[in-house]
């Protein structure tokens, strides 16, 4: 009887993984980035990444001081390496090629803020990215330190003092570069 109910089991799981893997295989699983993710690969990937930002953000102050001169600095560091994703302070009027390509698509930060998360949270996916997302880790190219000051500049984006508004609504994102600026320098 335990030996039958052992070999079933067996069976069950090799059946199983076969299938998959055939399945694999088969081509019948989508690869292809021009279509929007479906409810279950989206709370997949979202329960997944909340759970690890509870386990893993920092739960600490931002150590960059709120100030225009800091939050100017996120704003420079937000043109050079985040805007062709995420958007201009046009939000998503104007996405960039790129981001329009993704999948799952970038969230326009000036149109879908993250106002309300976290600084440590804007932190920690910075800094380490999103698996199996166009979201890159900085964690190799940006200091800590620029990281906290984009995560402050992410945090009051919806409330910027004039003078700083002011140079994110001239920040582009697309084209990267034009010719015509290569050309200048
Ligand atoms: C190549 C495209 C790309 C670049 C460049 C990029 N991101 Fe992202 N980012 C993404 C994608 C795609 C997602 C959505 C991932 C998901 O759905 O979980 C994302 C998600 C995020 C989120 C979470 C948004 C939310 O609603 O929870 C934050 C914050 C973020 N990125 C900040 C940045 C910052 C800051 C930079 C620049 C330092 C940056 N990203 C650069 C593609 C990019």
Redesign the pocket.
Known sequence: MLKGVVLGVALTIIVGLTGGYLLLHSGLIPANADAK?GGLE?WM??TS?DATLDRYAPRVQNPVALNDQNLLKGVR??AE??A???GSAKGADSPSP??KG??????Q?AT???ED?TEG??FW??KH??RL????S?GYT?KDEQ?WT??L??KHMDKLPPQVKQVWQQVRNWPVTSLDQTEQK
């Not at 993704?102 to 969230?107: Q, V």
């Not at 997302?133 to 890159?136: I, V």
């Open positions: 993710p989206t990937a979202g990444l560091l937000f390496n985040c062709v994703c995420h790129i981001a993704e999948y799952p698509r970038p969230p930060l879908d803020g993250v998360d949270e804007s996916k910075i990215g999103i997302t166009g979201m890159p900085f940006l990281i984009l995560a500049f992410l």
